[in-house]
């Protein structure tokens, strides 16, 4: 499912749009043509489609440098969101956000 999300993702980013249906899940994603502007556009589509935040310390090059790297990344939050329990976890494993008053 979440290699499907990411290139249902890629699909809709300018730099890859007529090539992220026949690229490989271990293809590089820059030298497909994907852009720094491009990686943001990623992890904000990925943000949205999956209610996720990434950290910071996930921002990086190699995160997003394939469809393989970026799912790893999405496991590795997925699965430190369930180990951290105390928050409800939607159908998929991930967090849901606390809605508050501010």
């Known amino acids: 499912?979440?290699?499907?999300?990411?290139?249902n993702v890629?699909?809709?980013?300018?730099?890859?749009?007529?090539?992220?249906?026949?690229?490989a899940n271990d293809a590089d994603l820059?030298?497909?043509g994907l852009?720094?502007?491009?990686?943001?556009?990623?992890?904000v589509g990925l943000e949205n489609a999956l209610g996720i935040e990434f950290p910071e310390t996930?921002?990086?090059r190699d995160t997003f440098s394939s469809i393989d790297a970026i799912v790893?990344?999405?496991?590795?939050?997925?699965s430190g969101a369930a180990a951290?329990?105390?928050?409800a976890i939607d159908a998929n494993g991930w967090p849901v956000a606390a809605?508050?008053?501010r």
């Open 84 to 87: 951290a329990g105390g928050g």
């Open 30 to 32: 820059f030298d497909a």
């Open 72 to 78: 790893r990344v999405l496991e590795r939050l997925q």
């Open 10 to 23: 890629l699909t809709g980013i300018g730099d890859l749009a007529g090539t992220a249906d026949t690229l």
């Open 99 to 101: 809605e508050g008053v």
């Open 58 to 60: 996930a921002l990086t």
């Open 35 to 43: 852009s720094s502007y491009g990686t943001v556009e990623v992890m």
């Open 1 to 7: 499912m979440l290699h499907e999300t990411v290139r």
